[in-house]
Protein backbone atom coordinates (compact mmCIF):
# COMPACT_ATOMS: atom_id res chain seq x y z
CA UNK A 1 0.00 0.00 0.00
CA UNK A 2 1.36 3.44 -1.14
CA UNK A 3 0.31 6.77 0.16
CA UNK A 4 1.42 10.29 -0.79
CA UNK A 5 2.97 12.81 1.15
CA UNK A 6 2.57 16.28 0.23
CA UNK A 7 5.95 17.75 1.03
CA UNK A 8 7.08 21.75 0.98
CA UNK A 9 10.70 22.22 -0.06
CA UNK A 10 11.73 25.57 1.35
CA UNK A 11 14.59 27.34 -0.21
CA UNK A 12 15.88 31.04 -0.32
CA UNK A 13 14.81 31.61 -3.59
CA UNK A 14 11.53 29.90 -4.33
CA UNK A 15 9.16 27.45 -2.39
CA UNK A 16 7.71 24.50 -3.91
CA UNK A 17 5.68 21.60 -2.83
CA UNK A 18 5.71 18.14 -4.28
CA UNK A 19 3.98 14.61 -3.79
CA UNK A 20 5.83 11.82 -2.45
CA UNK A 21 4.51 8.15 -2.48
CA UNK A 22 5.69 6.13 0.08
CA UNK A 23 5.01 2.67 0.88
CA UNK A 24 3.41 1.24 4.54
CA UNK A 25 7.05 0.02 5.36
CA UNK A 26 8.69 3.75 5.00
CA UNK A 27 5.61 5.69 7.26
CA UNK A 28 6.42 3.05 9.94
CA UNK A 29 10.08 3.70 9.45
CA UNK A 30 9.74 7.39 9.77
CA UNK A 31 7.56 7.26 12.58
CA UNK A 32 10.00 5.21 14.48
CA UNK A 33 12.94 8.12 13.47
CA UNK A 34 11.08 10.60 14.94
CA UNK A 35 10.08 8.68 17.75
CA UNK A 36 13.65 8.18 18.92
CA UNK A 37 14.31 11.80 18.42
CA UNK A 38 12.12 13.17 20.58
CA UNK A 39 12.93 10.68 23.35
CA UNK A 40 16.93 11.58 23.10
CA UNK A 41 15.98 15.40 23.35
CA UNK A 42 13.79 14.27 26.55
CA UNK A 43 16.47 12.24 28.04
CA UNK A 44 18.78 15.13 27.80
CA UNK A 45 16.28 17.82 29.19
CA UNK A 46 15.92 15.47 31.89
CA UNK A 47 20.02 14.52 32.23
CA UNK A 48 22.41 16.61 33.26
CA UNK A 49 22.10 18.73 30.00
CA UNK A 50 18.94 20.40 31.53
CA UNK A 51 19.25 24.09 31.62
CA UNK A 52 19.59 25.75 35.18
CA UNK A 53 16.27 27.35 35.06
CA UNK A 54 14.45 24.46 34.04
CA UNK A 55 15.88 22.93 37.49
CA UNK A 56 14.17 26.12 39.39
CA UNK A 57 11.38 25.59 37.85
CA UNK A 58 11.20 22.19 39.09
CA UNK A 59 11.82 23.09 42.37
CA UNK A 60 9.28 25.48 42.89
CA UNK A 61 6.41 23.33 41.15
CA UNK A 62 7.61 20.30 43.45
CA UNK A 63 8.41 18.11 40.65
CA UNK A 64 11.66 17.80 41.87
CA UNK A 65 10.95 17.97 46.03
CA UNK A 66 14.23 19.03 48.18
CA UNK A 67 14.96 16.68 50.48
CA UNK A 68 15.19 17.50 54.25
CA UNK A 69 18.11 17.92 55.74
CA UNK A 70 18.59 17.55 59.71
CA UNK A 71 20.54 20.74 61.58
CA UNK A 72 23.70 19.38 63.05
CA UNK A 73 24.80 20.44 66.35
CA UNK A 74 28.50 21.47 66.35
CA UNK A 75 29.86 21.02 70.23
CA UNK A 76 32.91 22.98 70.84
CA UNK A 77 35.49 21.28 72.92
CA UNK A 78 36.04 22.13 76.54
CA UNK A 79 39.65 23.63 75.93
CA UNK A 80 39.21 25.13 73.02
CA UNK A 81 36.47 27.47 74.77
CA UNK A 82 38.81 28.03 77.33
CA UNK A 83 41.24 29.13 75.17
CA UNK A 84 38.55 31.75 73.03
CA UNK A 85 37.90 35.26 74.16
CA UNK A 86 34.07 36.15 74.32
CA UNK A 87 33.48 40.17 73.28
CA UNK A 88 32.71 40.45 76.96
CA UNK A 89 36.06 39.41 77.71
CA UNK A 90 37.46 42.33 74.95
CA UNK A 91 35.79 45.00 76.24
CA UNK A 92 36.67 44.46 79.50
CA UNK A 93 40.70 44.63 78.85
CA UNK A 94 39.77 47.53 76.70
CA UNK A 95 38.05 49.24 79.68
CA UNK A 96 41.12 48.39 82.50
CA UNK A 97 43.81 49.61 79.40
CA UNK A 98 41.91 52.93 79.56
CA UNK A 99 41.64 53.25 83.06
CA UNK A 100 45.52 52.22 83.29
CA UNK A 101 46.43 55.14 80.83
CA UNK A 102 44.39 58.11 82.39
CA UNK A 103 45.99 57.07 85.99
CA UNK A 104 49.14 57.54 84.33
CA UNK A 105 49.07 60.75 82.74
CA UNK A 106 50.41 63.38 84.67
CA UNK A 107 47.84 66.26 86.78
CA UNK A 108 47.21 69.44 85.05
CA UNK A 109 49.36 72.42 85.62
CA UNK A 110 47.51 74.61 88.29
CA UNK A 111 49.46 77.97 89.52
CA UNK A 112 50.78 77.85 92.71
CA UNK A 113 48.54 79.40 95.32
CA UNK A 114 49.98 83.13 96.64
CA UNK A 115 49.12 86.68 96.44
CA UNK A 116 49.82 88.22 93.22
CA UNK A 117 49.18 91.74 91.39
CA UNK A 118 46.00 91.66 88.74
CA UNK A 119 47.48 94.08 85.83
CA UNK A 120 43.60 94.41 84.62
CA UNK A 121 41.84 95.41 88.44
CA UNK A 122 45.52 97.09 89.60
CA UNK A 123 45.07 94.93 92.90
CA UNK A 124 46.72 92.38 94.61
CA UNK A 125 44.70 88.93 94.95
CA UNK A 126 45.47 86.21 96.99
CA UNK A 127 42.74 83.58 95.41
CA UNK A 128 44.36 81.53 92.69
CA UNK A 129 44.37 82.43 89.21
CA UNK A 130 41.46 80.22 87.94
CA UNK A 131 39.36 82.04 90.59
CA UNK A 132 39.86 85.37 90.53
CA UNK A 133 39.51 85.52 86.52
CA UNK A 134 35.95 84.39 86.88
CA UNK A 135 35.26 86.74 90.01
CA UNK A 136 32.91 89.33 89.40
CA UNK A 137 35.30 92.43 90.39
CA UNK A 138 37.86 91.01 87.19
CA UNK A 139 34.91 91.08 84.79
CA UNK A 140 33.57 94.33 85.92
CA UNK A 141 37.26 95.43 84.93
CA UNK A 142 36.92 93.47 81.65
CA UNK A 143 33.82 95.85 81.01
CA UNK A 144 33.75 97.84 77.63
CA UNK A 145 33.40 100.95 80.59
CA UNK A 146 37.07 101.55 80.44
CA UNK A 147 37.25 101.96 76.63
CA UNK A 148 39.22 104.81 75.21
CA UNK A 149 36.37 107.80 75.11
CA UNK A 150 35.50 108.78 71.84
CA UNK A 151 35.97 113.23 71.21
CA UNK A 152 34.80 113.26 67.85
CA UNK A 153 37.82 114.48 66.85
CA UNK A 154 40.37 113.07 63.94
CA UNK A 155 44.07 113.43 62.89
CA UNK A 156 42.83 116.14 60.46
CA UNK A 157 41.47 118.76 63.69
CA UNK A 158 44.41 121.31 64.32
CA UNK A 159 44.30 121.03 68.45
CA UNK A 160 44.35 117.16 68.00
CA UNK A 161 47.70 117.38 66.20
CA UNK A 162 48.82 120.04 68.52
CA UNK A 163 48.59 117.56 71.38
CA UNK A 164 49.84 114.31 69.54
CA UNK A 165 53.14 116.89 68.74
CA UNK A 166 53.47 117.78 72.37
CA UNK A 167 53.76 113.64 73.43
CA UNK A 168 49.60 113.38 74.51
CA UNK A 169 48.51 109.53 74.21
CA UNK A 170 44.69 109.57 72.94
CA UNK A 171 42.82 108.14 75.78
CA UNK A 172 45.13 109.72 78.64
CA UNK A 173 44.91 112.81 80.82
CA UNK A 174 46.33 116.09 79.49
CA UNK A 175 48.40 115.68 82.41
CA UNK A 176 52.19 115.23 83.12
CA UNK A 177 52.04 111.71 84.13
CA UNK A 178 49.01 111.12 82.06
CA UNK A 179 46.54 111.77 84.74
CA UNK A 180 43.38 114.13 84.44
CA UNK A 181 40.13 113.92 83.05
CA UNK A 182 39.54 111.58 80.39
CA UNK A 183 36.08 111.92 79.49
CA UNK A 184 35.13 114.97 77.95
CA UNK A 185 33.05 117.83 79.53
CA UNK A 186 28.98 117.58 78.88
CA UNK A 187 27.74 120.62 77.15
CA UNK A 188 24.45 122.12 76.53
CA UNK A 189 23.40 123.44 73.13
CA UNK A 190 22.56 126.98 73.49
CA UNK A 191 19.13 128.37 71.63
CA UNK A 192 18.89 131.43 73.29
CA UNK A 193 19.63 134.89 73.01
CA UNK A 194 20.23 135.11 76.60
CA UNK A 195 24.23 136.64 77.81
CA UNK A 196 26.61 134.29 79.14
CA UNK A 197 26.15 135.50 82.94
CA UNK A 198 22.35 134.92 82.44
CA UNK A 199 20.02 132.21 84.60
CA UNK A 200 20.25 129.29 82.30
CA UNK A 201 18.58 126.85 85.62
CA UNK A 202 19.70 123.40 85.46
CA UNK A 203 22.38 122.34 82.88
CA UNK A 204 21.93 119.46 81.27
CA UNK A 205 22.92 117.36 78.26
CA UNK A 206 20.05 118.14 75.40
CA UNK A 207 22.25 117.14 72.09
CA UNK A 208 24.72 114.56 71.11
CA UNK A 209 28.25 115.62 69.13
CA UNK A 210 26.38 114.93 65.67
CA UNK A 211 23.30 117.59 66.42
CA UNK A 212 25.13 120.11 67.76
CA UNK A 213 26.61 120.43 63.67
CA UNK A 214 23.03 120.56 62.30
CA UNK A 215 22.00 123.37 60.50
CA UNK A 216 19.82 125.88 62.51
CA UNK A 217 16.31 126.58 61.39
CA UNK A 218 15.79 130.18 60.91
CA UNK A 219 12.58 132.19 61.08
CA UNK A 220 12.68 133.18 57.08
CA UNK A 221 13.02 129.05 56.34
CA UNK A 222 10.44 128.10 58.68
CA UNK A 223 7.83 130.16 56.79
CA UNK A 224 8.83 128.70 54.09
CA UNK A 225 8.22 125.23 55.08
CA UNK A 226 4.58 126.33 56.45
CA UNK A 227 3.76 127.88 52.63
CA UNK A 228 4.92 124.73 51.27
CA UNK A 229 2.69 122.75 53.41
CA UNK A 230 -0.21 125.21 52.70
CA UNK A 231 0.58 124.44 48.82
CA UNK A 232 0.82 120.89 49.23
CA UNK A 233 -2.72 120.69 50.59
CA UNK A 234 -4.33 122.97 48.30
CA UNK A 235 -3.00 120.60 45.98
CA UNK A 236 -4.16 117.57 47.51
CA UNK A 237 -7.72 118.50 47.89
CA UNK A 238 -8.10 119.68 44.33
CA UNK A 239 -6.80 117.11 42.88
CA UNK A 240 -9.83 114.83 45.52
CA UNK A 241 -12.34 116.95 44.41
CA UNK A 242 -11.56 116.95 40.17
Same mark, same amino acid.
Given at each position: ???? +? ?16 ? &??? @? ?18 ? $? ?6 ? #? ?24 ? %?? $?? @? ?9 ? +? *? ?5 ? *? ?5 ? &? *? ?7 ? &? ?9 ? +?? *? ?23 ? %? =?????? @??? #? ?20 ? %? ?5 ? =?????? !? ?23 ? !?????? %? ?8
Amino acid at each position: MADC +IDLTIDDQHNQQSECIDL &TTD @DFQEIQDITHQTLEGDRAKV $EGKERPEP #WKTFKALTGSNPIPFVLAQHRIQDAQ %KA $EH @DTSSAEIYRLV +I *SNALCSS *SVKPPAR &T *SPPGPYYCQ &TCNSPHSTPVE +IH *STSIPHLLSLSPGRSAPNYGLDATN %K =GFQMLQ @DQG #WTYGTGLGVDEQGRQQPIATRL %KRDRRGV =GGETGR !KRVTHTLVEAHVERVTKKRRKELVE !KERNDR %KELLAYMNS
